[in-house]
């Protein structure tokens, strides 16, 4: 059996029980490293606290060489530990559908992720459209299909997680073209990185899909004993010195709840100003149903 285990968000206790069972009686146990950190615990942490060795899965052994991964899997169990939920990042079906064609048998063990946790901010889960990503920009390559993703989230009012890059053995153009397999330190794309690359993309489209003026929430080491929101305009944002990783940003949509507001003006950095902010774009808008809250939904 191939067993997906979400780890939740920071230590190495958020394991649930039924996934310490499953590593500990696994034949090998993988971790994969590259979408997600468990940020404060070591592969050391986590193989003291399994009494299991743990081998890390990087993007090329992931996607590139599955099978290894995969070996044997249809006679004993291997674990693929994955920071978060298993489902919490899109490049984990590929994994289960090439266990599939081989005939091998999978299980998910669910655990929190930064898509439900994120909801510790005060925004309902509810109001959120599509989730973005954001990628570091270089000076010849600036993806942009997130403005689109936006666009439509705004357009009708839902706020929007934009969820920022990590780069983890990334070689530098000059190790690459020599090819040697030394790596450049792993780099996690800070608040106010997200905030400029998201406003130089505003300045180049001009569609005006947000500004400065936007008002937005960081999300920083969710889940973490230091876990940290910051409410502020994306202006605010480009400002501030968001601190260690990990870290999110949410765009708010124009169809806020008061309560969800209340729950943020904790987090604002000028609460006069955030207010604002949320009235401006409430007033910009044009006329929609009311948002819908957790307590008037059945879900
Ligand atoms: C590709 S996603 C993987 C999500 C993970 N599988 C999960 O279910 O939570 C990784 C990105 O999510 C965001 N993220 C993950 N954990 C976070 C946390 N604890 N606090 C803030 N942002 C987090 C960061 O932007 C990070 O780069």
Redesign the pocket.
């Given at each position: 059996m191939l067993y997906l285990v979400?780890l939740g968000?920071?230590s190495v206790e958020d394991i649930t029980v039924r996934g310490l069972n499953v590593v500990q009686k696994c034949a090998r146990v993988y971790l994969e490293a590259y979408?997600?950190i468990l940020?404060a615990a070591s592969k050391e942490d986590l193989e003291n606290f399994y009494g299991r060795e743990v081998t890390l899965a990087d993007r090329e052994l992931v996607e590139s060489s599955s099978d290894t991964i995969l070996e044997g899997a249809d006679k004993v169990d291997v674990a693929f530990l994955?920071?978060?939920?298993p489902f919490?990042?899109t490049t984990h079906t590929d994994l289960i559908i090439r266990a599939r064609s081989l005939g091998i048998p999978f299980e998910a063990i669910h655990n929190a992720?930064?898509?439900n946790?994120v909801g510790a901010c005060g925004l309902q889960l509810y109001n959120f459209g599509q989730t973005v990503?954001l990628v570091f920009f270089t000076d010849n390559w600036k993806p942009d299909s997130f403005y689109d993703r936006i666009k439509e989230n705004r357009k009708i009012g839902l706020h929007t997680l934009v969820?920022?890059?990590?780069k983890v053995k990334e070689q530098s153009f000059e190790n690459m073209a020599r090819g040697r397999m030394i790596y450049e330190p792993p780099r996690?794309?800070n608040i106010e990185t997200a905030a400029s690359q998201l406003l130089e993309i505003e300045y180049v489209r001009k569609e005006e899909v947000y500004t400065d003026n936007t008002p937005c929430v960081s999300?920083?080491?969710?889940?973490?004993p230091d876990q940290k929101f910051v409410a502020a305009t994306l202006g605010e944002l480009s400002e501030i010195e968001s601190g260690e990783p990990?870290?999110?940003l949410v765009i708010l949509g124009h169809r806020t709840h008061e309560m969800e507001i209340e729950y943020l003006l904790d987090f604002a950095t000028d609460k006069m100003k955030f207010q604002k902010a949320v009235e401006t774009e409430v007033e910009a808008a044009v006329e929609l149903p009311p948002p819908v809250t957790a307590d008037e939904d059945d879900d």
């Open positions: 979400g968000l920071s979408t997600s940020m994955v920071v978060g939920d919490g990042a992720s930064v898509l946790a990503s969820l920022l890059d990590i996690y794309m999300v920083s080491r969710l889940g973490s990990l870290h999110s």
